[in-house]
C-alpha cells in the first residue's frame, strides 16, 4: 500500500486548515481525529471518527473534498479523489480486512495505539546534513538499543520546527517496530501537565488517580518528552516529573527528552540540569544550504509538479531558519502557481510574489563574523579550531582569505576587528588576504564559483 499521503496527513489537514479558514475547534473534532484506511495511486479513503464529530460525512463531503484534494495536490503533488466513510461503517459493513493486509493491519494497529505516529515521521524520511548529523546518529543509536545503557537521558535541543518532534517520533516508531517487547510512552509537556492537573483535581475524590498517573508514566521501558521548557513555572507538574524521572533513571529505564535549550539555560534546580546533562545532550542547527536543497528535492521526486533548480535555490536560500518555514515556503510557491494557473515554468518573480510575506531583507539571517567563519568551515569542510589557528597550509590559508574578504563585504567590522575575530596579529594581514582574494576573483574559475556558492548559503547577492 502507498503511504505517501498517509505520511504527510499532518501537513496535508495544516496546510487546509491555514488556506481555508478551517476554525480551530472544527479541525481538533473533525479533521486531527480524521484517518487513512485506503491509499492508492488514484484514490484515498478517509475515515470520519463519529464518536467525536458525529455522522458529518456529507457536511465534509460537499465543504471539504475539493480543499482537500487540493491540499493534497499541493503538499504531495498527488493528484487523487477523496471519498470519507465514518469508522463505525468501515468496521460493521465490509470489515477492516476488506480494506488492508496482515501488514497493513499491524500497522493500523499500531496507529490506533499510538496516535502520535500518523505523522508518518520516521528516520527513513529524515533528511540528514552538518547541521543535525550528530542528533540523528545519537537517535539512531539508542532506538537500536533502548535499554538505558547508552545515551541515558538522550536530550535532543533546538529552535522550533528543526526536527526535534520528528526525531522523537522516529526513535518512538523504530523501537515498536524493531522491539515490541518495549514499553514505550510518548508525551508532550503541555499533554503531561493537563494529566497532572486531572489527576490533582480527581484525587480529592478518588484517591487512586494520582497513583494510576504515576503507574502510567512510570511503568515503562522508554519514556519520551517533547518540549521540556513547558513544564518551567508548572511547579506541580515539574516536580512530578523530576520523581517520574528520577525513578525510572535509577531503574535504568530510557529517557528521551526534547527542548528548545540545553540543560545548562534551563530554569530548573541544578541537580536536574546535571542529570539531563550526563547522558548525551545534543544540538540541532538550522540546515544548511545542501541540506536545504536536499530536502526540498525529495519533496521534489514525490511531486508531479516539478520546479527549476533555480527556484528551489532561491527557496533555500532564503526559508531555511527552520525545515518547516522551508517546506511551507515550498508549499505556497506549489500553491501560488496553480492557483494563477501558471502553464510556464514557475519563475523567479512568481517565487517572490509567493513568498513576499514570508521572505524579506528583516527576514535574512544577520550577518556576523562568527556566522561567516561557520558557513565557510561547513562549505570547506575544515575544522574551525584549525582555521583560527596559526597554521598556514594550503588548505586552511585559502578559506581564511575568504572568510577576511566576505567580512569585509558584508558586515561592519574594521579590518582590525576581523583580525582579532581570525586570531591574526593585526589589520595588515586581513588587509592582505582580502587583496589577495580581490585580486584572485578576475582569473580563478574555481573560487568565482566558490564564492557564488558560499553568498548563496550566506543568503546575500
Known amino acids: 500500500m502507498e503511504t505517501v499521503i498517509q505520511d504527510n496527513w499532518t501537513q496535508i489537514i495544516e496546510f487546509l486548515k491555514d488556506n481555508y479558514d478551517v476554525l480551530d475547534i472544527l479541525y481538533r473534532t473533525w479533521f486531527q481525529p480524521m484517518t487513512i484506511i485506503s491509499e492508492s495511486e488514484h484514490e484515498v479513503v478517509v475515515a470520519i471518527d463519529e464518536s467525536k464529530s458525529g455522522d458529518i460525512t456529507n457536511f465534509i463531503d460537499k465543504r471539504y473534498k475539493v480543499p482537500l484534494q487540493i491540499s493534497i495536490e499541493a503538499i504531495t503533488g498527488r493528484s487523487v479523489s477523496v471519498s470519507f466513510v465514518t469508522r463505525n461503517n468501515v468496521s460493521s459493513s465490509e470489515g477492516v480486512s476488506s480494506y488492508y493486509n496482515e501488514e497493513e493491519q499491524k500497522q493500523r494497529s499500531l496507529l490506533e495505539k499510538y496516535p502520535f505516529l500518523r505523522s508518518g515521521q520516521s528516520f527513513d524520511n529524515f533528511i540528514v546534513g552538518p547541521s543535525n548529523q550528530l542528533a540523528h546518529a545519537a537517535a539512531v543509536a539508542v532506538a537500536e538499543n533502548p535499554n538505558g545503557q547508552l545515551y541515558n537521558p538522550l536530550y535532543l535541543y533546538s529552535g522550533p520546527g528543526l526536527g526535534k518532534t520528528h526525531l522523537m517520533h522516529s526513535i518512538s516508531r523504530h523501537i515498536l517496530e524493531h522491539h515490541p517487547e518495549y514499553k514505550l510512552l510518548y508525551s508532550t509537556s503541555e499533554n503531561f501537565t493537563n494529566e497532572v492537573i486531572t489527576a490533582i483535581r480527581e484525587n480529592k475524590e478518588n484517591q487512586s488517580a494520582m497513583i494510576n498517573l504515576r503507574n502510567k508514566y512510570r511503568n515503562v521501558d522508554v519514556l519520551l518528552i517533547d518540549d521540556i521548557q513547558f513544564l518551567i513555572g508548572k511547579d506541580s507538574s515539574l516536580e512530578e516529573f523530576f520523581h517520574t524521572f528520577e525513578e ?214
Open 248 to 461: 525510572l533513571f535509577q531503574a535504568s529505564k530510557q529517557l528521551i527528552i526534547s527542548g528548545e535549550k540545553p540543560p545548562s539555560e534551563l530554569k530548573i534546580e541544578e541537580r536536574y540540569r546535571t542529570r539531563f546533562s550526563t547522558g548525551m545532550p545534543v544540538d540541532i542547527n538550522p540546515p544548511d544550504y545542501e541540506t536545504a536543497m536536499a530536502i526540498l528535492r525529495i519533496k521534489q521526486e514525490k511531486s508531479d509538479f516539478q520546479i527549476k533548480d533555480e527556484i528551489l535555490s532561491y527557496i533555500a536560500s532564503n526559508a531555511r531558519h527552520s525545515i518547516r518555514e522551508l517546506e511551507g515556503a515550498y508549499n505556497r510557491v506549489i500553491l501560488y502557481s496553480r492557483m494563477s494557473m501558471a502553464t510556464d515554468d514557475i519563475t523567479i518573480e512568481m517565487a517572490e510574489n509567493a513568498l513576499k510575506d514570508i521572505i524579506s531583507d528583516e527576514s535574512s539571517v544577520r550577518l556576523t563574523a562568527d556566522y561567516i567563519i561557520d558557513v565557510i568551515c561547513n562549505h570547506y569542510n575544515v575544522d574551525k579550531e584549525k582555521l583560527l589557528s596559526e597554521k598556514r597550509t594550503q588548505d586552511l590559508t585559502i578559506p581564511r582569505q575568504i572568510c577576511m574578504y566576505l567580512c569585509s563585504e558584508y558586515t561592519t567590522l574594521t579590518q582590525q576587528q576581523i583580525a582579532d575575530k581570525l586570531n591574526r596579529s593585526n589589520h595588515t594581514t586581513v588587509k592582505h588576504g582580502i587583496d589577495k582574494i580581490k585580486a584572485d576573483l578576475k582569473t580563478d574559475n574555481e573560487l568565482q564559483s566558490d564564492i557564488i556558492m558560499l553568498k548563496k548559503k550566506l543568503n546575500v547577492q
